[in-house]
């Protein structure tokens, strides 16, 4: 256990199951993402998924140190720049810089954030649910969207 969340399976907090369908389809289900770790390499896997969220319908905002438009979108460097709400903070970062993302997510109040595969961080999974976030972790959702 770790700082109240345990690894069972799937993940939970507190007791309480993460990575749920109905979370994942919650999550699925709104509109504006912004996708830290964005940029216009078409070899990074950030390139390939947030092309296909758009194609789903969401918009997608790229958060890059570069600030590139990718995808017809303009880039912000980060996510306090971004001048228009955020339902869902998609990160591309590397664990041991996603806390400070999910960190940057609840100060902008964004609705959820989703952690990519591969990237754990159970703390700031904690702190995102604490702070009434739902939380995805190790997860991807263009393969969530393959599934249906």
Known sequence: MTSGVVQDGEFTHWGAPINSQEDIDAVLAMKTWAVVGLGNNPDRAAYGVSKLLQD?????????????????????????????????????????????????????????VWLQL?????????RAIDAGLIAIMDRCPAI???KK
């Open 56 to 112: 789903k319908g969401h918009r997608v905002i790229p958060v890059y140190p570069r600030a590139e438009i990718v995808h017809g979108e303009v880039g912000y460097k980060t996510l306090a720049e971004i001048p228009t709400p955020v339902d869902v903070v998609d990160c591309f970062v590397n664990s041991k810089l996603v806390g400070k993302v999910v960190d940057e997510a609840i100060d902008i109040g964004a609705k959820a």
């Open 118 to 126: 591969d990237v754990i961080d159970h703390e700031a999974v904690a």
């Open 144 to 146: 969530e969207y393959r």
